[in-house]
Each structure stands twice: as structure tokens, then as C-alpha cells.
Nanobody
Framework: QVQLVESGGGLVRPGGSLRLSCAAS????????MGWFRRAPGKQRELVAT???????NYADSVKGRFTISRDNAKNTVYLQMNSLKPEDTAVYYC?????????WGQGTQVTVSS
């Protein structure tokens, strides 16, 4: 079982930046896809970004050009660099990892964008 621990959330002003980290409990070399979802209050869970083992990434339209996902296999970690943050980015952000048809989840980290 892959354990995922997110960090890097917090309170930031509109226009600010945050970098989320998702550290896996084992090597991510064999993990095909990792990424981030988010859930805002009163809304459904939304895909934010995904990166596969080749390095190819895809993003939700709402974050394209502002967010960048990356993975460091040597550190067993996936990152989400979030720039030009908006109040509507406020949500709990969850990391996931897909291996052998099983999706693993982290516990989530809160991101609040407010002045």
C-alpha cells in the first residue's frame, strides 16, 4: 500500500504562490500516474493536474498557465506549483497515486486564498 503525505498548504493572498508537495512512502518509479484533486466547500471533487511516468502532464482548464505539476522520482515526491492564486482556488487539495489499477490518496492539505 502506498502512503501519501501532502504538505505546503496554507493561507495566501490573491495573486500569491504556494508549492504543494506529496511524498510517497515508497519508490514512485513504478507508479504510472500521480496528481492532485481538490474539493472546495459545497462543490464536487475536481481534477487539478496529473502527471504520468513519461513526464507528460494535463491540467484543468481553470488552472492552465498558473499551476505546474512535476515529479521527482529520486525523492519519491510530486509537486504542484501554484501561482497567481485566486479566491476560487480555495479548497482541500488531495494527492493521488495510481498503481496496478489501485488509486491511493493522501489526507489532504488546506489551501485558502483570501485577502
Amino acid at each position: 500500500q502506498v502512503q501519501l503525505v501532502e504538505s505546503g498548504g496554507g493561507l495566501v493572498r490573491p495573486g500569491g504562490s504556494l508549492r504543494l508537495s506529496c511524498a510517497a512512502s515508497e519508490s514512485i518509479d513504478g507508479i504510472y500516474a500521480m496528481g492532485w484533486f481538490r474539493r472546495a466547500p459545497g462543490k464536487q471533487r475536481e481534477l487539478v493536474a496529473t502527471i504520468i511516468s513519461t513526464g507528460s502532464a494535463n491540467y484543468a482548464d481553470s488552472v492552465k498557465g498558473r499551476f505546474t505539476i512535476s515529479r521527482d522520482n529520486a525523492k519519491n515526491t510530486v509537486y504542484l506549483q501554484m501561482n497567481s492564486l485566486k479566491p476560487e482556488d480555495t479548497a482541500v487539495y488531495y494527492c493521488h497515486a495510481d498503481r496496478s489499477l489501485i488509486r491511493y490518496w493522501g489526507q489532504g492539505t488546506q489551501v485558502t486564498v483570501s485577502s
